[in-house]
């Protein structure tokens, strides 16, 4: 039986490249950020290394096709398996955290937006659960979508253009519900004087509609405006 003697080149073990890990390593190590699948990562790029050079280095194709398939094996289970960040408090359940959502929330909302100011009322209850609940600054509570659109005339009357400054969705992690808390800018018109209000509104999306919104509101003096 013929006994293949395999080569494998290796650095030299005062390389700079020895240094230069085993600084990242003493670094690592004094800053606390010790965490033992980071060893194992740089263990499987180890091993990934060698099967590469086995490949380079031996002469049989059909060995050459293994090693390459193990070496492929191997980093695929390199990536580590990072969970999703998350922050923030509810009071109701301490458990609860927050993640930044989709950009899908925040095109929806615009557009919800934009349909105030083409005063199309069919679009705005279309994107609207037929239940909707909506609070306003001075205690108007909005049930169902007739009494929403009563309000939206009243608005529409006073020529209200509604411009959104800024728009965040979030998801809570635990109850799985999508909000998203947007700044919008609304400028009125009564009597030929122009008005701004600004509005902060929390809104809660089920099932691809809007379903809650909880609205504050900060008036300034016209001169500030």
């Given at each position: 039986?013929?006994?293949?003697?395999?080569?494998?080149?290796?650095?030299p073990?005062?390389?700079?490249?020895?240094?230069?890990?085993?600084?990242?390593?003493?670094?690592?190590?004094?800053?606390?950020?010790?965490?033992?699948?980071d060893?194992?990562?740089?263990?499987?790029?180890?091993?990934?290394?060698i099967?590469?050079?086995?490949?380079?280095?031996?002469?049989?194709?059909?060995?050459?096709?293994y090693i390459?398939?193990?070496?492929?094996?191997?980093?695929?289970?390199?990536?580590?398996n990072?969970?999703?960040?998350t922050?923030g408090?509810f009071?109701?359940?301490?458990e609860e955290?927050?993640m930044?959502?989709s950009d899908?929330?925040?095109?929806?909302?615009?557009?919800?937006?934009?349909?105030?100011n083409e005063?199309?009322?069919?679009?705005?209850?279309?994107?609207?659960?037929?239940?909707?609940?909506?609070?306003?600054?001075d205690g108007t509570?909005?049930?169902g979508?007739?009494?929403?659109s009563?309000?939206?005339?009243s608005?529409?009357?006073?020529?209200?253009?509604?411009?959104p400054?800024?728009?965040l969705p979030?998801?809570?992690?635990?109850?799985?519900?999508?909000?998203?808390?947007?700044?919008f800018?609304?400028?009125?018109?009564?009597n030929?004087?122009?008005?701004?209000?600004?509005?902060?509104?929390?809104?809660q999306?089920?099932?691809?509609?809007i379903?809650?919104i909880?609205?504050?509101?900060?008036?300034?003096?016209?001169?500030?405006?």
């Amino acid at each position: 039986m013929q006994i293949n003697i395999i080569t494998v080149p290796t650095l030299p073990l005062n390389s700079k490249r020895d240094k230069s890990e085993s600084e990242v390593t003493s670094k690592r190590l004094k800053l606390g950020a010790f965490d033992p699948s980071d060893i194992i990562f740089d263990g499987v790029l180890a091993i990934i290394y060698i099967l590469l050079n086995l490949i380079h280095n031996y002469k049989s194709y059909t060995m050459k096709k293994y090693i390459l398939l193990i070496a492929i094996l191997f980093a695929s289970c390199t990536a580590p398996n990072q969970e999703p960040k998350t922050a923030g408090y509810f009071i109701q359940d301490e458990e609860e955290s927050y993640m930044i959502g989709s950009d899908e929330t925040t095109d929806f909302v615009k557009k919800w937006a934009q349909s105030h100011n083409e005063r199309d009322m069919e679009s705005i209850l279309s994107m609207e659960k037929p239940d909707i609940h909506i609070e306003l600054p001075d205690g108007t509570v909005i049930d169902g979508q007739d009494e929403h659109s009563k309000v939206l005339e009243s608005f529409f009357a006073n020529n209200v253009t509604w411009e959104p400054y800024w728009i965040l969705p979030y998801t809570s992690v635990k109850a799985q519900k999508t909000w998203v808390i947007a700044g919008f800018r609304l400028r009125s018109s009564v009597n030929g004087e122009e008005n701004v209000i600004f509005h902060m509104g929390d809104i809660q999306i089920e099932d691809g509609l809007i379903s809650r919104i909880y609205v504050y509101e900060n008036q300034r003096p016209n001169s500030n405006n």
